[in-house]
């Protein structure tokens, strides 16, 4: 296990190096930070490069920064060319709420930067990808609890169009042009050490930082909205583990699953710690988002082909994010 863990470690670039060089795009990001740290941990900090559009003093601090523009597809192959770059994982993107609001802006720049990148696996200057999924994908019309892997899927936000788009590409790149691209439908991710931005599921990390600094939250979805969750901790292992797992035969964007909660509950649990915390509801446009997302999902697909398996329940969840943030 441990060799096939090392072989996967060490492949060679186009120049023949025993290396695997690895480019963060949108590493400032809620999910960026905590995968570069992983990954400078794991295959070294100079193995690693950060970029992102906006200056980020501690991923300089740790390593290689590069400022870029996702969508400038010469910015990002001089970066490529550069450090000999293998792998891209691409981060960057314009969230739900944000999306609805920029809708031009958000297929830009999250359809541009993926073609980019797709085409530079294609023409073999990179050797593998990682790009995120989410449930956005699904729709109004999709089962709502334990939503399969497979089914429906009719999105009806900005966000979620350009999500199922962006599977379909990767799909048509892996099959037509055998690019090695990998991805997983994140559900909403709970982290302390970054804000996500522009996102539905922001209320879930919001809550903390509003339970601590004032013991009251108002929150912009119904108090009983179910979304699947995921504590970051288990978001950064279910990618690792899927780039680190052998090269799949077939492109697949996988339901990874970990938690699911209404806004009712997380409060509850939040107030055995908190026991003033109070929360209140002003539902806004967010509301119609969430709606059409599933409450549940099935990961048994990714469970039985790569070994996903969730560890952060959500009073594990509850209890880190107050420890970090108090
Ligand atoms: N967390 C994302 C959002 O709310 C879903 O992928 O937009």
Redesign the pocket.
């Known amino acids: 296990m441990t060799f096939f863990i090392l072989l996967n470690l060490l492949t060679f670039n186009q120049y023949g190096y025993m290396t695997n060089t690895i480019l963060i795009i949108g590493a400032g990001g809620q999910i960026g930070t905590e995968l570069t740290q992983k990954l400078r941990g794991i295959y070294g900090s100079n193995n690693v490069i950060a970029s992102d559009i906006r200056d980020n003093k501690d991923l300089s601090a740790s390593g290689i920064f590069e400022l870029v523009d996702a969508t400038d597809k010469g910015a990002v192959e001089n970066i490529i060319k550069k450090y000999k770059v293998t792998e891209v994982y691409l981060m960057a993107a314009l969230?739900?709420?944000?999306?609805e609001k920029y809708p031009a802006k958000a297929w830009d720049l999250n359809m541009n930067s993926l073609f980019h990148i797709l085409n530079f696996a294609k023409e073999g200057l990179i050797k593998k990808v990682f790009w995120?999924s989410?449930?956005?994908v699904f729709g109004p019309t999709t089962p709502k609890e334990m939503t399969p892997q497979e089914t429906v899927m009719e999105p009806n936000t900005v966000?979620g169009i350009s999500?199922l788009s962006g599977e379909r590409w990767c799909d048509y790149y892996h099959q037509k042009y055998g690019v090695d691209v990998r991805s997983v439908?994140?559900?909403?991710?709970i982290s302390w050490k970054t804000l996500?931005g522009?996102?539905?599921?922001?209320y879930a990390v919001e809550i903390f930082h509003s339970a601590l600094q004032d013991g009251q939250y108002t929150c912009f979805l119904k108090e009983d909205t179910r979304l699947p969750m995921m504590y970051m901790d288990d978001a950064i292992t279910a990618t690792v583990d899927l780039m680190l797992a052998d090269k799949p035969k077939q492109y697949k964007a996988y339901n990874i699953n970990a938690i699911d909660f209404t806004p009712k509950e997380i409060s509850e649990v939040i107030q055995k710690h908190i026991p003033d915390f109070t929360i209140e509801y002003a539902p806004d446009f967010r509301q119609k988002?969430a709606d059409g997302?599933p409450a549940s999902i099935d990961d048994s697909v990714a469970q039985r082909e790569w070994g996903w398996d969730a560890t952060f329940d959500l009073e594990r969840t509850v209890e880190t994010m107050l420890k970090n943030l108090a």
């Open positions: 969230l739900s709420a944000m999306a995120p989410s449930i956005a966000y999500k439908r994140y559900p909403g991710l996500p522009g996102g539905t599921t922001d988002i997302w």
